[in-house]
């Protein structure tokens, strides 16, 4: 599957609070970094996203008293998992990965910095009515086919994929560049729904195997 000139890579929250030592750790996810580095190399089109809350968010367990990190509340827009206070603007641990190296990234896409409602896609926040933006400017660039790499694969992956299919855009997800939280199952779970949506599920080195036989052919 050889990207071509109308697509993009969407890269998903590589920030140092969702790897190894940072506040809300992703298992394995510092694993991505040269992935998605030699990833993006075989794209023309890049948009980072990047998790980017106030102190004090309604998503953090330390806002509800008595509350426990991955306690369940609802809210007004529906379930919210209650997360460790993580990615704070301004913090180290909101940074990206100072691995992570993309020079010609051509958009950052922050999210989450709603105080009220939480925002695991790129493309909605959890309400599902509040866009964030980026499918406008994808659709205003050209751009029609989103590959999803990042973390985590059962969140913020997980609902940017499905968000940008019910937008209209070709969706592919580059498995082997995401990590997952998996929580009570939720990394199958994001397997069934992508399959039930047709969303393909690549590999790094057939992408670059594809764009290499496009480059000699």
């Not at 993309?102 to 695991?120: C, L, N």
């Not at 592919?172 to 990590?179: K, L, N, P, Y």
């Not at 929580?183 to 397997?191: H, K, Y």
């Amino acid at each position: 599957m050889r990207p071509g000139t109308e697509d993009v890579l969407l890269v998903v929250d590589i920030q140092n609070d969702f790897c190894p030592g940072g506040a809300l750790a992703v298992p394995n996810g510092d694993e991505v970094v040269p992935l998605v580095n030699r990833l993006a190399r075989a794209f023309s089109h890049v948009v980072l996203t990047q998790d980017w809350h106030p102190t004090g968010h309604r998503s953090f367990a330390s806002s509800h008293p008595g509350a426990q990190p991955y306690d369940v509340i609802e809210l007004p827009y529906g379930p919210q998992i209650l997360w460790p206070d993580h990615c704070i603007q301004g913090a180290a641990g909101a940074e990206f990965r100072r691995d992570l190296d993309i020079p010609h990234a051509e958009m950052i896409v922050r999210k989450g910095y709603r105080i009220r409602i939480d925002s695991y896609s790129a493309l909605f926040e959890n309400d599902h009515n509040t866009p964030t933006g980026l499918a406008g400017y994808l659709r205003e660039r050209g751009l029609k086919r989103v590959f999803l790499t990042g973390l985590a694969y059962d969140f913020c992956v997980r609902y940017s994929a499905e968000d940008a299919f019910a937008a209209g855009f070709e969706v592919v997800v580059v498995e082997d560049a995401c990590r997952g939280i998996d929580i009570d199952g939720s990394v199958a779970e994001t397997r069934r729904l992508l399959a039930t949506l047709g969303v393909p599920s690549v590999s790094v080195e057939g992408i670059e195997a594809a764009a290499s036989r496009a480059r000699t052919a």
